[in-house]
């Protein structure tokens, strides 16, 4: 395997080597129509603004044909629930989203809704179980309400190459609307991947025996989106770690290495419970008010007041 050092030469060569990205025309053509739609819609301080909330892992696939991939927890939660309360502070959301993850406004929703929330009825319809009525009445109209109104549109991923070609189109659709543009980037992203050349084609034999395998690293994108892609948006990241005591220090680095306007910390035990916002003006902390309610809620509140500040500090 060829080792690329310089960021550069590690983009260009993922993207190049990257298996063609299905459906980027229908992609393309839906991203353009939801955002010259949302350009041209007021929203509360100047025109609406758009979020693009990235949710769930890419998966890094084993082989060309694939049966074995690397996966994460990530369940989509942080972006599932964030989507709703950014959708509820006024902004229309991009939900880029790993398929089968948390989707919005279907969090109270059993885990398999299609099985557990309805039954037949003796004449063969189909009814909605009593006990989970209010939680379907409000998955549908939440739901319902934000795609019809053009205010939500949602991208599928699977593969950590699928992941970035869209975050590419999207950054770079986005590019348009300046910094009322805003990236929340909740997704668990792999950090190695296996290059697609060197990729096996058919399943990996066990009989060949122990597998040795040389994983190349993910090209860091979150400097090329400030750089080159949405260089005018408001860009927040999310750092995750097990033991807290480098929690901190390497929420600060992704703040200045990649330019972020804020970064998100979080344990994984924790992080339903409380993250930590740190920004260049200090770190705050930001705790769910009671065991019944979502920490992304105070979350996208500060988010909202840091945006406006930026973008009225932009247009000044
Ligand atoms: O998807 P989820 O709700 O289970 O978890 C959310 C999270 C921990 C993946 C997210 O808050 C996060 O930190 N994302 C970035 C992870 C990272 O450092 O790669």
Not at 137 to 147: F, N, R
Request: overall charge neutral.
């Amino acid at each position: 395997m060829e080792v690329v050092n310089n960021l550069d030469d590690m983009v260009k060569s993922f993207f190049d080597s990257a298996p063609v990205l299905k459906d980027a025309d229908n992609i393309s053509n839906k991203l353009s129509k939801f955002i010259n739609q949302n350009a041209s819609l007021p929203g509360s301080e100047g025109p609406r603004r758009v979020v693009c909330v990235t949710s769930g892992g890419t998966t890094v696939p084993l082989e060309q044909r694939c049966v074995r991939y690397i996966d994460n927890f990530s369940s989509g939660h942080r972006g599932g629930t964030s989507t709703e309360y950014f959708l509820k502070a006024g902004y229309s959301v991009i939900f880029l989203y790993r398929r089968g993850t948390c989707q919005p406004y279907c969090r109270s929703l059993p885990d398999d809704p299609l099985l557990e929330c309805f039954k037949l009825t003796n004449d063969s319809s189909i009814q909605v179980h009593e006990s989970h009525a209010e939680a379907v009445k409000s998955a549908i109209s939440g739901h319902h309400d934000a795609v019809s109104g053009g205010y939500l549109l949602k991208l599928p991923f699977t593969t950590i190459f699928e992941y970035l070609q869209i975050l590419r189109l999207i950054a770079t659709s986005l590019k348009i609307l300046g910094p009322n543009a805003m990236f929340y980037l909740a997704a668990a992203v792999s950090d190695f991947y296996v290059p697609w050349e060197s990729m096996a084609v058919h399943k990996i034999q066990s009989a060949s025996g122990p597998l040795d395998m040389r994983l190349a690293q993910v090209p860091k994108m979150l400097s090329v989106l400030r750089k080159e892609w949405a260089p005018t948006a408001f860009c927040v990241s999310f750092k995750l770690e097990t033991d807290t005591e480098i929690l901190l220090e390497k929420a600060d680095t992704a703040l200045k290495k990649y330019k972020m306007h804020a970064v998100v910390a979080n344990e994984l035990s924790t992080r339903k419970e409380v993250v930590i916002l740190v920004t260049e003006s200090g770190k705050v902390s930001v705790s769910r008010e009671n065991s019944q309610s979502d920490v992304e809620s105070p979350l996208i509140k500060l988010l909202v007041e840091k945006h406006s500040s930026y973008v009225t500090d932009i247009n000044a």
